[in-house]
Every structure is written in C-alpha cells, then in structure tokens.
C-alpha cells in the first residue's frame, strides 16, 4: 500500500501504511498534533480517528480554527444528548446541529423539558467532561440502527436518507449518527452553557409534531465563553420580542395567526407616527401617495414575473367561483403600474412619483417568524418612480437624498452602500436579458459614481427584474439588514407595455424605480425598538410625559389640567390615578421607559408648574408649566436630536 496526501500549501506526503487523522498531524509536525481537534479530508470533516488510506487532500482542523469550534459545539452536542438519554431513558432525540452560534439538540418526552432542568444536564454533563470519557468513532448497519432506535420515529425518519453503513459515534452505551467530526473525548468540553429551550416543529413543518429545542453553546477558552454570554444578555435585553412585551407593544398568536402581529395602543402609536413622518416627507418630495387593494387577479403577478419567481413565498390564490383567481399581493409593484396606466401620460408628466404605505402578504414557514423582523402580512414604505431615460441619474440622487435626510432624522448612522447586480449562470432567478441587465447595472453603477460614493458590490443579490443599491444597516445585535433599497427596472414598463407620449408625438417606454425608504413597518420598528431598547425618543414615545399627582384627592384634579394642556398642543401625556404609593408610580414610568415623569404636588399646583425628571435620571427639575411645554415642544421639533 502507498499513497499521497496533498497538503494545503501543495506540498505532498507519502505512506506506505495506514494512518489516522491524528497520526498524519503528528507526521507534518509534534505541535500539529498535540493541537488537531480534525482534519479535511477531500473537503469533508473528519475525527481525529478517521483512517486515510488512498489518495486525498487533507487540512489539519486545530482549535484555532472556525471549524474546530465547530467540532468542538457538535461534541457538546453529543454529549448532551448521552446525558440526557441517561437521565431521561424514555426520551426521544430529533436533529443536531452546531454551528457559529452554538448548538442545538432536539428532544421529545412526554413532560418536555423545562428550562429549570438545564442546570442539573449541566452537572451530568460536567462529570463526564471532569472524566473525560471516550467517544468512539466506528460505523453500523443500518439496520442495526434502526433495531436500536425503534421506538424513536423521529430517529428511524433520519435513517432513511442513510446508507447501509452508517458512521456513528458511541460513548458508553450511547449511540448516534448525523455528526461529521467529534473529538475523541469530553475532556476538551470545559468551557460550555446550557442557554434555553424553545419549541420546533419536527423538520420545520407545522403539520409535524413540536418538539423541545435545547440551545447551547461551547469554546475553547473561558474568556472567549464569557464574552459571549455577556453579548448574549446584551442581545436579549434589546430583543424586540421582549421589550414589546415588557411595554405592551404587540403581540404575536399563533393560536390565531402565526406570523400575524397585533399592535397594541402604545405600539400602534410609534407606528402611527412614524406613518405621518414618512408620507409627511414623501408628499413635501413630490409623492402622490396612494391606496391599493391587498388583492390583485394572478394573472398580473404571471405578468410581473412574481408568479415565477415568487410563487413559494405567495399565498395559495383564491378561487372566486366564476373562474376569477385572486392573490393576496406580494409586491405593491403591479398595484402601482395600474395607476400609472389609468391614463394616457405625457413625458411632462415625468417624473411620476407613486408611493403607498402598501399591506402586502408573504407565505414565511413558521420556523422562520419572528416577533416583527419576519412576519407574514407586512407594511412596506413602498414608491415607484416612472421616468424617462435621461432622468435616471437626478431622479436617482432625488431618491438617495430623500433617504439620507430620513436616517438623518432618526439617528441611523452605522450603513453601508451595496451594489447588488445579478447572477448570470443563475438564469432561474433573474430575469433573461443580457443587454437589459448590463444596462441597467451600468447606469446604477455611474450614478453611484456621479455622487462620489464608496460602495461595496454583490453579485447575485439583484431582484429579478433589476440590479439595486441596498443600504445596508448594523442592527443592534450586530446583525446586517437592508434598511433601504433604490432599484433600476427595464422589464416591468417592457412586460406591462407601459408608454408616454414624448415630445415627438411618439410613444415611449418609461423606466421604473422602485424605493422603499425604511423597508416595512414591522421590520423598521422592531430595529428602532432594539437600537433604543425600548426608551424611543420623545418625538416617538408612546407615551411623552406621565403625569403623578402627589395626592389623588388634593392634586388630581390639576393632574388633569396638565394632561389637557398637553393634549391640546399634540403632545402624548397620561395621568396615573392609582391607588399606589408615589414611589411605585415613579419607578413605574422609569420602567415604561416615559422621556418625561411630572410629579405635581402642592408647590406645584400652586405655581402652575410641575417638577420634571427625565428617563434614565436621578435629577428633578421644578418649572412653570409653560416652560416644560417649551421643552418639550422644542425636543419633539428637533427629533430628539441633541441641542
């Protein structure tokens, strides 16, 4: 026997014999294979145990390594589910996976388990890492696996897309297959946490059965376990999900509507106003802002290309009874082109400026909702923009512009360009027209140039029918969203037969831009909730001041006077009239995140005044009544910027 392995740099080495995984990093170097937790092997993960005997192209995985952390979280993996097989002998165990953010094991029994229950699967799971127990890596018949895993359905439904011979990692008398690379031992999994339990629906369909999903995650090193922990309650403390809870925002059923968000008073206030501020602002830029229906004949979307490209995310249309088939909209984009083609238009019409806070519904498998950021029926700040081909570029800038002021305006200041342009081997996705798409690109690439910005591009991030600038936003949890979009479009004006009337008396085809300026309602405020963690500035609290009366019977009364002052100048006060000690109502609003707490006492309502304390401070201020109005008024003015 002789073979060669082929190194990463290129270089080769020989065997005459056998060798593990390990034994082949010891051979390139002693420190190599103290430090290998894998290897590589023809681009597939493999254990330390792993035997190579042919010819292959191999890379030693070392703890340095992504994807020895990988090994490392699937370890952990394996082991919790040996402990919790021990300790639960009736349980059943779904999918695995480990990750960059960790790991995950599926689980089911009767009484499933709780998040109370993770500290002692902890303790298991330390005494067998202090033990340092083996983990053996061998292979079994299938059938031999499907004897040992009959009473687990959900085991035996993973089986059946194996081979005969299926590779399995065994510690003690635990078996399981589906991992790639484990490490020979528990020892090394020193530095893990148990995070959370969730539920998920077997293989990610609603009709299969929920079972329990235990989050954890696992390092190499302490520090690097404790950084994460800390990122992770910094994450939790500006989830949306939990701050709209905390501040009866919204609120998500599954009972009557997966998906299907519920705004609350004091959430569909911040929405409201952000509303207002939006079509505000697009009408004062030259918008006509529109209504159109949720519902739109299918044919239309066969037209527009949706029905190809979209069908997976559109809804199931309806059958009317008269051969009329109706779709619940998943672009507002056809809505739009119908009032464009309502009437004859005369390049002195252009730009033609469409926009609409448009309801759209798109089918997302439940697996993926999430709190507002991944919703079934959403919202979208939707415009389109019909021009002539010469006016490209400045209504372009126009748009661009429009965006920067609104960032401006609440603060958003982490973003980044990105040009997206098609795929062209992907000729599934967009739209066949090589000439329209090298176009299109080309103009949307120039006017990025004209303006003199820095700009990253991405190929394959297009939409379809068109290449777009993405404005790309650093979420607070570190993740990377599109806030805004500008698309260029030369296939819906074409598929349509959109036309004006040009100066020569001939027809034209006008071109189409497509914008949205923060994306959709659900998605944007759920990224305000997170960037402020639930305390908005004042221009968009629910709540601007929360007014206490020292005493219900003595201040009451001018509690409300105040209240009313404040109505009338269009600011969002309340009174708190409980029967609850002063302290407690302050505490109170401090946790409701209020910008603004008055206390009115004798002193107080004898001045026509009130004593001020701002969130998040220790520092009361007394001041006439007119005087707070001022500030407040002057703080909503300049949204909430610094003076």
Known sequence: MSFSVTLPDGSKKDFDK?????????????SLGKAAVGAKINGVMKPLDYIVDEDVEAAIITDKDEEGLDILRATAAFLLEAVAKRKYPELRLGMHEADEGGFFVDTDKEDQIKVTELPELEK????????????????????????????????????KDEEDEVAVYKLGDFVDFGFDALLPNTGKIKNFKLLSVAGAYWLGKSSNPMLQRIFGTAFFKKAALDEDLKRRAEIKERDHRTIGRDLDLFFVDPKVGAGLP??????????????????????????EHVYTPVLMNVDAYKTSGHWAHYRDDMFPPMDMGDGEMLELRPMNCPSHI?????????????????????????????????GLQRVREMTLNDGHTFVALDQIREEFAKVLKLIMDVYKDFDITDYYFRLSYRDPKNTDKYYANDEMWERSQSMLKAAMDDLGLDYVEAEGEAAFYGPKLDIQTKTALGNDETMSTIQLDFMLPERFG?????????????????????GTMERFIAYLTEIYKGAFPTWLAPVQAEIIPVNEEAHGEYADKVRAELAKRGFRAEVDHRNEKLGYKIRESQTQKVPYTLVLGDEEMNANGVNVRRYGTEEQISKSLDDFIAEIDADVKSYSREK
């Open 498 to 518: 959109l036309t004006y009337v040009g100066q020569d008396g001939e027809e034209h085809r006008p071109v189409m831009i497509h914008r949205g300026i923060v």
């Open 18 to 30: 056998a060798v593990s995984v390990k034994e082949l990093a010891s051979s390139i170097a002693t």
């Open 262 to 287: 519920y705004w609350m008073p004091k959430g569909a206030t911040i929405r409201r106003v952000v509303e207002r501020y939006i079509v505000d602002k697009e009408v004062a830029d030259g918008y």
């Open 124 to 159: 298991a799971m330390q005494k067998a890492i202090k033990n340092g127990e083996k983990i053996e890596y061998t292979s079994m018949k299938k059938s031999e696996l499907e004897e040992i895993f009959k009473d687990d359905q959900f085991k035996l439904d993973l089986l």
């Open 338 to 370: 119908q009032i464009y083609k309502h009437h004859i238009r005369s390049y002195r019409e252009l730009p033609i400026r469409i926009a609409e806070l448009g309801m759209m519904h798109r089918y997302e498998k439940s697996g993926a909702l999430s």
